[in-house]
Structures are given as structure tokens and as C-alpha cells.
């Protein structure tokens, strides 16, 4: 049988840091998802509130390599002048 082990509010809130400094480009959609269930689980608004400055950067650096992906579809190629 698997043993699951109860994570307390401290054990959350460094999960949740370690998610924040370790995601990349490639994990931030898994690791953003696994820092909103970990901060759904908490069970006060104070626990809640220790945790948000990581989620709002965990949002902000999705939202930023989102924008950086879309910028490089829609960049115009250059044009090289042509002689005549």
C-alpha cells in the first residue's frame, strides 16, 4: 500500500516556491497547474496571501513566454532591397 503524506501549510508554500523558481518555458503550463491545486488546498486566507507573490509570478512569467511565442509567429520578415 502507498503511504500519502499530508502536506502542511509550510510544506504547500515551499512546494509552491520551488515550482516558482525552478519552472521553464516548457514545464510553466504543468507547474502553474500543480501551484493552483496546492493553493486551493490551503485552508486560510492567510496561508493564501504567503503564496501569491509566487503564483503572480509563476501567471506573469506564462503570460510573458505566451507573448514572446506569439511575437516570433507574427514578426513580418525583412525585406532585402533588390537592385536594378
Known amino acids: 500500500m502507498i503511504e500519502l503524506k ?3 501549510p509550510d510544506d504547500k508554500l515551499a512546494e509552491i516556491r ?3 523558481y525552478a ?3 516548457r514545464t510553466i503550463r ?3 497547474e ?3 491545486q496546492l493553493l486551493k488546498s490551503m485552508g486560510s ?3 493564501r496571501e504567503r ?3 509566487y503564483m503572480d509570478g509563476l501567471s506573469q512569467m ?3 513566454w505566451a507573448r514572446q511565442g506569439k511575437e516570433r509567429r507574427t514578426r513580418p520578415k525583412k525585406r532585402t532591397p533588390t537592385s536594378s
Do not use: F, G, I, P
Open 6 to 8: 499530508l502536506l502542511t
Open 18 to 20: 520551488r515550482l516558482y
Open 23 to 25: 519552472t521553464t518555458k
Open 30 to 32: 504543468q507547474d502553474l
Open 34 to 36: 500543480r501551484a493552483m
Open 45 to 47: 486566507e492567510e496561508e
Open 51 to 53: 503564496a501569491a507573490v
Open 62 to 64: 506564462r503570460s510573458d
